[in-house]
């Protein structure tokens, strides 16, 4: 079983979907949640962290749930530039901590 | 502000060669870690430095090495380039334990 599972996707909704994705993790002691954003071919760019009380950042929600160890990440009236790989990562409040990464859930928004 | 800087781009290596990727973290950033992103999965962790030493490292085997410099700058060593090391390889980081990490826009390796 993998450290960190996402939804196996790929999504397709048109443009004004609220669209959700789930990730669970496996290590109980993880500490650090983030969504990443990944283009086609281009670098992972932090999207939000996520923290324990949940976070919202514009159309973004994103929430926690330590007891089922799984994060989400909610997209409210999607846009066309929101498709892309949408990355879970899980990681570790130390400096000797590895984050991981779930193998991304790609998301196509159509007019 | 330069965020992070990878070199070089693009390479292209025979099957048995070794290659040397080089990362400048983001100003104020003191931790490098390394990912191998193959295509259609996610990242993968190979290693993570912090203060010149090697703090945690993933499944890869002993072909891949690293270093940090005293200025934080970091290097990925490969050496016997198998066909499977074929990859984008992202170097990524950070300025505290517990923040998200940026990333560079990675090196693309092909060996051949």
């Known amino acids: 079983r993998k450290e960190v599972e996402q939804d196996p996707g790929p999504f397709n909704v048109p ?84 984050s991981t990464f779930g193998d991304g859930t790609t998301l196509t928004v159509k007019p | 502000d330069a965020g992070v800087t990878q070199s070089p781009t693009h390479l292209i290596k025979t099957r048995g060669q070794q290659v040397t990727l080089r990362c400048s973290p983001k100003s104020g950033h003191d931790t490098v870690s390394w990912y191998q992103q193959a295509l259609g999965q996610g990242p993968q962790f190979i290693f993570q430095y912090y203060e010149e030493e090697e703090r945690q490292r993933g499944n890869f085997p002993d072909r891949f090495s690293g270093h940090q410099f005293p200025n934080y700058s970091s290097e990925l060593n490969v050496n016997a380039l198998l066909l499977g090391d074929s990859a984008l390889y992202l170097c990524a980081s950070r300025e505290t334990a517990g923040d998200g990490y940026t990333f560079g826009s990675g090196t693309r390796l092909t060996v051949v």
């Open chain 1, 15 to 98: 443009e004004g979907a609220t669209v959700a994705f789930n990730c669970t993790y496996s290590n109980s002691a993880s500490q650090s949640f983030f969504w990443y954003r990944q283009d086609c071919r281009k670098e992972p760019k932090l999207l939000m962290s996520v923290y324990s009380s949940g976070n919202e950042d514009g159309r973004f929600t994103a929430q926690l749930n330590r007891a089922s160890q799984y994060i989400s990440l909610l997209i409210r009236d999607s846009k066309l530039s929101d498709s892309a790989t949408y990355l879970c990562v899980v990681g570790y409040n130390t400096n000797a901590g590895k």
